[in-house]
Structure formats: structure tokens, C-alpha cells
């Protein structure tokens, strides 16, 4: 796998904490699997990258969408034909 991995995020605080050194009182609740990120962003092997919600493939598999954004997500990762069969034919 070529470094770094780039994970794309519609989540601006997310990409600015990750980036950002400094300790605020605010975050001392965070888990420590999220230092681990913001580690491993400091060490080069993951990269944030923004994208809006409105192009974000992920937010198939993790939000409720109207149904031409399912059409436009399904159709980029070439599932569109047999995902549109099913809705067209109500088992869904």
C-alpha cells in the first residue's frame, strides 16, 4: 500500500483536530484511538482530505438517502444496475 492513505471527510473539525498540536481542555474527552490518528497523520501515513457531503460516496453505506443519491453513489462504484433492479422491483 502506498503512503499516505488518504482518507476523504466531510468533517472539517475532524481534518483541523487532527492537524492541530496544541491541548484544549474541550477535547480531554476524546478516545485514545484518536490520538493514535492524529499520530499517525504527524508521521506521514494517513492524509485527511475534505469532500462535501454531497460527494461522498461513504455516506451510501452510512446515512438514509433520497434515491437519486443512491443512484449517483451505486452508479460510481458500478453496483448501479443490479442496486436499481431491486429498488425498481420493491425488495427493498
Avoid at 51 to 70: G, H, M, V
Avoid at 79 to 85: A, Q
Wanted: aromatic letters at 10%; proline letters at 3%; one cysteine or more.
Amino acid at each position: 500500500m502506498s503512503k499516505p492513505i488518504t482518507i476523504f471527510t466531510d468533517n472539517n473539525g475532524s481534518i483541523s483536530h487532527s492537524l492541530n498540536d496544541k491541548y484544549y481542555c474541550r477535547t480531554k474527552h476524546i478516545d485514545i484511538w484518536h490520538h493514535f490518528v492524529k499520530d499517525q497523520v504527524k508521521l506521514g501515513n494517513i492524509n485527511f482530505q475534505y469532500i462535501p457531503s454531497a460527494n461522498n460516496i461513504a455516506d451510501l453505506f452510512t446515512k438514509l438517502l433520497p434515491r437519486e443519491k443512491i443512484h449517483q453513489f451505486t452508479e460510481k462504484l458500478n453496483l448501479y444496475r443490479n442496486t436499481m433492479d431491486i429498488l425498481d422491483q420493491g425488495e427493498c
